[in-house]
């Protein structure tokens, strides 16, 4: 089974300190991850892949497998940056087809 | 590209009665997954369709049923509503065989009263 954990409910940081939202994963397979971004009133949409290696909006995400972890960093928040966050994996669970599994949600609130 | 759209929006029904939603996915996209999400459970997978057929489906009771058109239109139903399925149903298509990467509607708010 495929599984996606991410411990927090809720991160508060102030505006300008480092971000971590966390998450980890259970999965047999080689994974693919993505970080979905949920602003408020708005649906969700894709943050960022790790096969991308890329950097959105300052956030990157690093692929450990050791570790199985696929933790979302920003060196400096933002204001903006205050939304709910879904880690989530591409995985084949055994039967039928590929499918995306999603945490269950890191919601970030930036002080100012 | 056109995004993905849901309709209705906004729904208000009463328990025992039974609600069919809508979702076009993004054109050329074959395949479409619906999740529920509430706030203590965040995202639940529901069911994906790709080609008209269920390729996977959640752990959700069999009330909740869903089918794909020949132009991959989708739609979900659910039969005998709970005051529990109160949630945002969401919809949400990808291009290929294999998911990756989704693109989600707006979301349709369920209330049952």
């Known amino acids: 089974a495929q599984r996606v954990t991410q411990p927090e409910k809720l991160l508060s940081v102030f505006k300008g300190a480092p971000v971590e939202l966390k998450c980890n994963y259970s999965?047999?397979?080689?994974?693919?991850l993505f970080w979905y971004v949920q602003y408020s009133r708005q649906r969700l949409q894709l943050l960022l892949r790790?096969?991308s290696r890329e950097s959105i909006k300052g956030f990157t995400a690093d692929l450990n497998k050791g570790e199985t972890s696929f933790h979302l960093k920003k060196p400096f928040a933002q204001e903006e940056d205050s939304a709910m966050y879904y880690c989530?994996?591409?995985?084949?669970?055994?039967?039928?087809?590929?499918?995306?599994?999603f945490g269950k949600g890191t919601k970030l609130s930036v002080i100012p | 590209k056109a995004g993905v759209t849901q309709t209705p929006r906004y729904l208000i029904k009463t328990r025992g009665q039974q609600v069919t939603l809508s979702c076009s996915p993004i054109?050329?996209?074959?395949?479409v997954s619906w999740y529920q999400q509430t706030p203590g459970q965040g995202l639940q997978f529901l069911f994906e369709?790709?080609?008209?057929?269920?390729?996977n489906k959640g752990n959700f009771p069999g009330r909740f049923s869903g089918r794909q058109f020949s132009n991959s239109r989708s739609e979900m139903n659910v039969s005998t509503l709970e005051l529990g399925d109160s949630a945002l149903y969401l919809c949400?298509?990808?291009?290929?065989?294999?998911?990756?990467?989704?693109?989600f509607g707006p979301g349709t708010r369920l209330t049952v009263t």
């Open positions: 949400a298509s990808s291009s290929g065989t294999i998911i990756r990467e989704q693109y």
């Open positions: 999965y047999s397979g080689s994974p693919e």
């Open positions: 369709y790709f080609s008209e057929t269920q390729r």
């Open positions: 989530a994996l591409s995985g084949f669970p055994g039967a039928g087809s590929y499918q995306l599994t």
């Open positions: 790790h096969i």
């Open positions: 054109s050329g996209h074959r395949s």
